[in-house]
């Protein structure tokens, strides 16, 4: 477990060199943050439209009607929560691969890179926004039995993991190599079976460390919120989640873009201690060959 802590705490301590040489790269999160609570607020001012209009509405077509327009509306804003997460992704990616790179990149130039592949963007949003809202309705509708509700729970915990570790690597695809959403899948699931110890103990390491860091504050202030009922304890709590959850986007993007680079190309940007990356994080698969046969970064 020491060992485990020490990994984290140095690659963590390696991907945030690159956020103190960009800094403007946290300006991401906080944007992606605002989109997404704009959203949520347009949400339930929508869904509290159909509701009223559910609950006050007494003939049986429009009751109907209504009940399928708040699903309707559920998968909607989903998908188009999806779309904002996935470009903020896409966004930080684009801006870590130029630093990675040590090209010169601006905040503005990174968002028009980004937004060139939009229409890819959209695409993959479209696919994996309708298949989480999908799941969501099941979901709900499953609720009611509880021994389908277990089965339907292992099946989506299942489906889940490797659906994404099938599609790891699909963002960095969609914006540095020239391929559709279904080879971008499979470019992505090559990459994943040739670099599977990459992400497997790349993500476990760096979800250890802030595991650590929401502990550590965490229980004080639900102590504090538990003691003395402070609502000052309470928003502090969510502010701290919040603020570790927009770090940690920024961090997790970085530290994909890295493993993209290394497990297409096999390069080790001088941010990360090579013999760090070699030892902790070897390919299974030799890195010369390659499932499409002709496409590498080829930048954007």
Not at 31 to 44: D, E, G, M, N, V
Not at 206 to 231: K, Q, R
Not at 237 to 242: H, R, S
Not at 248 to 255: A, E, K, P, R
Request: with cysteine; aromatic share 18%.
């Amino acid at each position: 477990m020491a060992n485990t802590f020490s990994k984290s705490t140095q690659l963590t301590k390696e991907s945030f060199s690159i956020i103190r040489k960009n800094k403007k790269i946290l300006l991401l999160p906080i944007a992606f943050f605002t989109t997404i609570i704009l959203l949520i607020i347009l949400f339930f001012i929508q869904s509290g439209f159909l509701l009223d209009t559910l609950i006050y509405t007494t003939h049986p077509i429009y009751t109907t009607y209504t009940t399928y327009a708040v699903f309707v509306s559920i998968l909607v804003y989903y998908i188009l929560g999806c779309f904002t997460f996935i470009f903020f992704n896409a966004w930080i990616i684009n801006y870590a691969y130029a630093a990675l790179k040590k090209e010169k990149i601006t905040f503005i130039k990174s968002f028009k890179n980004t937004a060139k592949h939009i229409k890819k963007i959209f695409i993959w949003s479209l696919i994996s926004g309708t298949l989480g809202g999908i799941l969501i309705i099941l979901g709900i509708i499953f609720r009611g039995s509880k021994t389908i509700n277990k089965i339907y729970e292992k099946i989506l915990n299942i489906s889940g993991i490797a659906w994404d570790l099938l599609t790891f690597f699909i963002i960095p695809i969609i914006l540095f190599e020239n391929l559709d959403i279904p080879n971008s899948i499979k470019r992505s699931g090559y990459l994943f079976k040739k670099s599977w110890g990459e992400n497997l103990a790349g993500q476990f390491s760096m979800d250890y460390f802030f595991l650590f860091l929401y502990i550590i504050v965490t229980v004080p202030l639900l102590l504090w919120f538990i003691g003395t009922g402070s609502g000052a304890a309470f928003l502090l709590t969510w502010a701290y989640w919040i603020f570790l959850g927009l770090f940690g986007s920024v961090l997790g993007g970085i530290f994909t873009t890295a493993l993209y680079i290394y497990a297409a190309s096999g390069e080790i940007t001088s941010d990360y201690n090579p013999e760090f990356i070699k030892n902790n994080f070897v390919p299974s698969l030799p890195p010369t060959s390659d499932t499409s046969g002709k496409n590498a970064p080829n930048g954007r």
